[in-house]
């Protein structure tokens, strides 16, 4: 009988020790793992100076309260990983394949934008469709959204990417027009093709200064040697558009947020400007869960078709 259920009770606690490891990986710090999978630091110690006799290796290095991988961790870790994600999600995966996905939730990180305008219709036609599944939307972007899909805080995001990290996968679904807002009667509003230095005559109200906004027309303004006047720093579309209504200085938008209700006016500047896409992103090499397939396959089946390939041959 002993012999019978040791492989089993092995394989249970090798799971916990993977578990263990690759929290802590993400986390940066055992206090970290610890604190995420609601056990000791010393139990989190333990399980992973299990793993490294084991498999007689040092995966990490010790650097006071913060860890980092050494070289085997780091193959390791890329070998563990995707192992972890495919075994909790083995129920989950089994019900869908035979047509009996019941319940579970999906994690997603997007932008204010993106919530507002973009997944409205999507989130209600899933909703509709699968009321059992609770959709959790984080309104997360830039560093910090990406902070989450690293650390698997969330299935995936849906947002905009100037620049993507190596270690993600992005697929634009969307675009959509820059375009210059002013206050009705504005000056600019008369001119139908105003230029950079037009602009430039007058206060702008942008976005946080460390979202890609502000760098993407910052670096325009620059290459036609004129100098951003920002009149305003402000949060969102909607209070952008609200300032831009009321006269407190013009801004330069992507169509996404704009509507015809909106009582400022629109000159398209594409001349300067790229046009902006929205899609989805994914940490590479990670498994979706059947929930977030079907919520995707909404938006893009294709997308899964090109995901899943990229997992078969990572």
């Given at each position: 009988?002993?012999?019978?259920?040791?492989?089993?009770?092995y394989k249970q606690n090798r799971m916990k020790?993977?578990?263990?490891?690759?929290?802590?990986?993400?986390?940066?710090?055992?206090?970290?793992?610890?604190?995420?999978?609601?056990?000791?630091?010393?139990?989190?110690?333990?399980?992973?100076?299990?793993?490294?006799?084991?498999?007689?290796a040092a995966l990490f290095e010790r650097k006071?309260?913060?860890?980092?991988?050494?070289?085997?961790?780091?193959?390791?870790?890329?070998?563990?990983?995707?192992?972890?994600?495919?075994?909790?999600?083995?129920?989950?995966?089994?019900?869908?394949?035979?047509?009996?996905?019941?319940?579970?939730?999906?994690?997603?990180?997007?932008?204010?934008?993106?919530?507002?305008?973009?997944?409205?219709?999507?989130?209600?036609?899933?909703?509709?469709?699968?009321?059992?599944?609770?959709?959790?939307?984080?309104?997360?972007?830039?560093?910090?959204?990406?902070?989450?899909?690293?650390?698997?805080?969330?299935?995936?995001?849906?947002?905009?990417?100037?620049?993507?990290?190596?270690?993600?996968?992005?697929?634009?679904?969307?675009?959509?027009?820059?375009?210059?807002?002013?206050?009705?009667?504005?000056?600019?509003?008369k001119i139908k093709a105003p230029t950079i230095?037009?602009?430039?005559?007058?206060?702008?109200?942008?976005?946080?200064?460390?979202?890609?906004?502000?760098?993407?027309?910052?670096?325009?303004?620059?290459?036609?040697?004129?100098?951003?006047?920002?009149?305003?720093?402000?949060?969102?579309?909607?209070?952008?558009?609200?300032?831009?209504?009321?006269?407190?200085?013009?801004?330069?938008?992507?169509?996404?947020?704009?509507?015809?209700?909106?009582?400022?006016?629109?000159?398209?500047?594409?001349?300067?400007?790229?046009?902006?896409?929205?899609?989805?992103?994914?940490?590479?090499?990670?498994?979706?869960?059947?929930?977030?397939?079907?919520?995707?396959?909404?938006?893009?089946?294709?997308?899964?078709?090109?995901?899943?390939?990229?997992?078969?041959?990572?």
């Amino acid at each position: 009988m002993t012999t019978t259920c040791k492989p089993y009770f092995y394989k249970q606690n090798r799971m916990k020790l993977l578990r263990a490891f690759c929290t802590a990986t993400q986390t940066g710090s055992i206090s970290g793992a610890a604190e995420k999978l609601f056990i000791s630091q010393p139990t989190v110690s333990l399980q992973i100076q299990s793993l490294e006799r084991d498999f007689g290796a040092a995966l990490f290095e010790r650097k006071g309260p913060k860890i980092q991988l050494t070289p085997e961790g780091e193959v390791f870790y890329k070998l563990a990983q995707p192992l972890l994600e495919q075994f909790s999600k083995l129920e989950e995966s089994f019900k869908a394949s035979i047509g009996k996905i019941e319940g579970g939730e999906i994690k997603i990180a997007a932008g204010e934008s993106t919530i507002l305008y973009i997944l409205p219709d999507i989130v209600k036609s899933f909703a509709e469709q699968y009321p059992d599944i609770k959709i959790n939307l984080y309104n997360e972007t830039g560093r910090d959204g990406l902070a989450m899909l690293r650390a698997d805080e969330v299935d995936f995001a849906i947002g905009s990417f100037v620049t993507v990290p190596e270690d993600m996968v992005y697929e634009s679904i969307w675009s959509y027009e820059p375009t210059l807002i002013t206050p009705l009667g504005h000056p600019l509003s008369k001119i139908k093709a105003p230029t950079i230095e037009d602009i430039s005559q007058y206060g702008l109200i942008l976005p946080p200064k460390h979202l890609a906004t502000w760098r993407v027309i910052e670096a325009e303004f620059e290459k036609h040697g004129v100098k951003l006047n920002v009149a305003l720093e402000a949060g969102g579309w909607e209070v952008i558009k609200r300032y831009v209504e009321i006269g407190m200085g013009i801004s330069i938008v992507t169509d996404v947020c704009l509507t015809d209700d909106d009582a400022i006016h629109k000159t398209p500047l594409l001349e300067y400007f790229p046009k902006r896409t929205y899609g989805i992103v994914v940490r590479r090499g990670k498994f979706l869960t059947p929930q977030s397939k079907m919520f995707i396959n909404k938006i893009d089946s294709d997308f899964l078709e090109r995901h899943e390939e990229s997992l078969a041959n990572s």
